[in-house]
Structure formats: structure tokens, C-alpha cells
């Protein structure tokens, strides 16, 4: 069974940081491009950033580009979202996605999907 699990999320004041994890289990890590989405109330979920395991290359959003840092541990199969200089409108639930096929932050791309945490920044 494939599970995506995220943690991290939290309250911080706008300048503070966070790191987000997304642990995942039940596929093949490394042919997986992982992907963090972000959903604030009354929008559109979006994509904020993306890696693709197999090679580690990377793909940001112009409005976290940066800011954010995605990386990735084989090994222990979980994404980091690590987030700098938060601002209010990074308030959001983030989720992290999964696909087999290359990096794309497009919702409808990723087949499996985290339950979200929810990050809170206070001005």
C-alpha cells in the first residue's frame, strides 16, 4: 500500500522557518518524482516545488524560488521542504504527491497523495 506522510507544519511568524517531511513507503522510492503541493482556504491547490528521485533534480515555483529547498533522502525514502522567510501568504495546508512519471507541478499529474499539514505564518 502506498502511504505518503507529511510532517513538520506548524505556527511561525512571518521571517521564521520550516521544514516539512514527507515519508513515504510501498513503491520503489527512487522512480518516483515527489512533489509538494500547498492549498490555501478558497483556492486552488498549487504547486510549490518538485523532485525527481532518480537524478535529484529540482523544479520551484516562482514565488518560493529562493525561499524553499526540496531534497531528498533515498535512504530513509522521505522529501524535505525546508522553508525560509516565510511570509503570510505561505499559509496553507502542504501536501506532498507522488508519481512515476518525471516532475510536473500540475495537480492532476500525481497519482498518490499525503493527508497534508497544515503551516501557519503569523505577520
Known amino acids: 500500500e502506498v502511504q505518503l506522510v507529511e510532517s513538520g507544519g506548524g505556527l511561525v511568524q512571518a521571517g521564521g522557518s520550516l521544514r516539512l517531511s514527507c515519508a513515504a513507503s510501498?513503491?520503489?522510492?527512487?522512480?518516483?518524482?515527489i512533489a509538494w503541493f500547498r492549498q490555501a482556504p478558497g483556492k486552488e491547490r498549487e504547486g510549490v516545488s518538485c523532485?525527481?528521485?532518480?537524478?535529484?533534480?529540482?523544479y520551484y515555483t516562482d514565488s518560493v524560488k529562493g525561499r524553499f529547498t526540496i531534497s531528498s533522502d533515498n535512504a530513509k525514502n522521505t522529501v524535505y521542504l525546508q522553508m525560509n522567510s516565510l511570509k503570510p501568504e505561505d499559509t496553507a495546508v502542504y501536501y506532498c504527491?507522488?508519481?512515476?512519471?518525471?516532475?510536473?507541478?500540475?495537480?492532476?499529474?500525481?497519482?498518490?497523495w499525503g493527508q497534508g499539514t497544515q503551516v501557519t505564518v503569523s505577520s
Open positions: 523532485i525527481n528521485s532518480s537524478d535529484g533534480s529540482t
Open positions: 510501498g513503491f520503489t522510492f527512487d522512480d518516483y518524482a
Open positions: 504527491a507522488a508519481d512515476l512519471r518525471p516532475c510536473l507541478l500540475a495537480v492532476l499529474r500525481y497519482e498518490y
